[in-house]
C-alpha cells in the first residue's frame, strides 16, 4: 500500500534502459519517504527479468506473463494496470514517456481519475501550502519545461492518487542499486484483469526498424545548432567527432533546417546525454536544448556571441567563427596526438 510503482517495459527478455532508470529515481525517492520501490513486468517469457530489477532497487517484483501481452497490445497492458493500481493503491506510478508509456500511461490515469504530467526532467520530494491554509507533506514535484521551454514548471498533485508521471529515456540516470538485495516476487493472475474484448484487436505482423545512429552513449559529442550555417558545414562537425572518436549532436533549429537527421537531436523533444566532453557549436543555450546535455562532464561552446546562453553553463567558452576554430582543433588534436 502507497508504495512506488514503475512500469517496466521488456522487449525479447531485455529491460528497456529508460525502466531502469525510473527504478533508480524510484529508489532514491522510496529512500526518503521510507516505502518500498515495486516493479510491474508484463510480457511473455519474462522468467529472469526479476533479478535485474531487484539490482536497480526494486523490492517486490509483479510478474504477468502470458503469450497473449507479448506483442504490446493497449486495452489488455492498461486493464493490468488498472486493476493492480486499484488493489495496491501506490502513491507514486512512474512511466516512460516511450511510445509505449505515451499510449499507456494517459489510459491509466484517465481510468483511475489520478492526473499525469508527462515528459518530466525532474521528480522530487517536497511539502506544499496552498491559499486555503492546507497543508501538504510528501508530494511528488513533477518538474518540467512549459510554454515552450521558456519556463520550468513544478507541478503537484495534491488530492489523487497515484501522482503519475512519464520521464524520457536518459533523463534520469542509471545506476545499480548499492544494496540490492533479492526481493519478492509476485506472479500476477492475468485472467483476473483482462476479458475476451480485450484482445479484439490482433496483430498480424510486426516489423521494427533499428535505431540506425545512437548517440545517448557517445563520450564525446560534437553538437551543432543553427548558428552552423548549413549542411556542408556540419562535415566539419563529423570530421572532429572522426578525430576525436565521438559522435554528432544537434540542436532543434538544426535538424528543423535539414542540416541533419532528427535521430542526432539532443534536448528535451530529442535525445538526452551525459558525455565526458561536449562541444556546442553555433547553439545559444535554450532551455529546450540544455534540459538534454547540462549534466556533460565538460561543456566548450564555441559561439560568435559573447553573451550566448550555453555560455553560462559551459566550462570554456571560445568566441569565434566555428569555420575558423575548428579546422585548429582538428589540426592541432592530430599534431599533439602523434
Do not use: W
Request: charged share 20%; proline share 4%.
Amino acid at each position: 500500500m502507497n508504495n512506488i510503482f514503475v512500469y517496466c517495459e521488456i522487449e525479447k527478455g531485455k529491460v528497456a534502459d529508460v525502466s531502469l532508470e525510473l527504478l533508480t529515481k524510484g529508489r532514491s525517492l522510496a529512500n526518503q519517504l521510507g516505502c518500498s520501490v515495486e516493479a510491474l513486468a508484463i510480457g511473455h517469457e519474462l522468467s529472469g527479468v526479476e533479478a535485474e530489477l531487484f539490482r536497480y532497487g526494486a523490492d517486490i517484483v509483479h510478474i504477468a506473463d502470458d503469450a497473449r501481452l507479448t506483442p504490446y497490445l493497449t486495452l489488455p497492458h492498461t486493464s493490468i494496470v488498472v486493476g493492480i493500481f486499484k488493489e495496491e493503491q501506490p502513491q507514486i506510478a512512474l512511466f516512460g514517456a516511450t511510445t509505449l508509456g505515451r499510449d499507456l500511461a494517459p489510459r491509466v490515469s484517465s481510468a483511475l481519475k489520478s492526473g499525469l504530467t508527462a515528459d518530466c526532467t525532474s521528480l522530487e520530494i517536497g511539502d506544499h501550502s496552498d491559499t486555503k491554509g492546507n497543508e501538504y507533506k510528501n508530494l511528488l514535484y513533477q518538474i518540467r519545461p512549459a510554454f515552450g521551454g521558456n519556463i520550468i514548471a513544478t507541478i503537484i498533485n495534491p488530492d489523487c492518487r497515484p501522482q503519475m508521471a512519464t520521464v524520457r529515456e536518459g533523463v534520469m540516470r542509471k545506476e545499480v542499486y548499492e544494496y540490492a538485495k533479492t526481493g519478492e516476487v509476485k506472479q500476477v493472475d492475468v485472467s483476473k484483469y483482462v476479458s475476451d474484448t480485450d484482445f479484439v484487436v490482433q496483430i498480424i505482423e510486426r516489423h521494427i526498424e533499428e535505431r540506425k545512429i545512437d548517440i545517448k552513449d557517445a563520450p564525446i559529442i560534437i553538437s551543432g545548432g543553427y548558428g552552423v550555417g548549413s549542411k556542408e558545414n556540419f562535415n566539419l562537425l563529423f570530421e572532429l567527432a572522426s578525430v576525436l572518436g565521438g559522435e554528432v549532436g544537434a540542436s532543434r533549429a538544426a535538424v528543423d533546417a535539414g542540416f541533419v537527421d532528427h535521430a542526432r537531436q539532443v534536448g528535451q523533444t530529442g535525445v538526452t546525454v551525459r558525455p565526458k566532453l561536449y562541444i556546442a557549436c553555433g547553439i545559444s543555450g535554450q532551455v529546450q536544448h540544455t534540459a538534454g546535455m547540462q549534466e556533460s562532464a565538460m561543456i566548450i561552446s564555441i559561439n560568435n556571441d559573447p553573451n550566448a546562453p550555453i555560455n553560462q553553463i559551459a566550462d570554456y567558452a571560445i568566441t569565434g567563427d566555428i569555420a575558423d576554430v575548428i579546422p585548429k582543433m582538428i589540426k592541432y588534436y592530430k599534431k599533439n596526438s602523434k
